[in-house]
């Protein structure tokens, strides 16, 4: 994925130009449809997903509990947590995502302390509020 781009989602915006780089070489760049299924509840976790463009609904348990659009991300429950998908996420608008593996995603928490702080930031918020 291209650096630059990165540079401008919230999430990456405090990383210097060399993390930038790096994390550019473990993400990929996807462009989806209204209607994918992207994670399933319950399911074994691989990625971390952080939305460029376009929107998603989040379920629990077929209850809908959130919307997500441009600079949120989601994913990283199941890779820091849990090993299965707390929730389920369907695009619900055209999307653009940045996605990072889970090895790749272990590796940017390990090496971007405040990359790391965010993500835990939200996830914390999100267990909380799911609970």
Known sequence: MDAARLKTIPLFSDLSKRQVEQLAVWTDEVD???GKKLLDEATFAYEFVVIESGSAAVSIEGRHVNDLGPGD???EIA????P???ASVETSSPMRA????G???R???REFPQIAEK?????EERLRVTR
């Not at 940045?98 to 593996?101: G, K, L, M, S």
Request: aromatic letters at 10%.
């Open 79 to 82: 890779l820091l947590k849990t």
């Open 119 to 123: 993500v835990r930031a939200v996830m």
């Open 107 to 109: 590796a940017m928490i």
């Open 98 to 101: 940045a996605v990072i593996t």
């Open 73 to 75: 991300f989601f994913g």
């Open 32 to 34: 989806l449809p209204a």
């Open 103 to 105: 090895a790749n995603f």
């Open 84 to 86: 299965r998908r707390t």
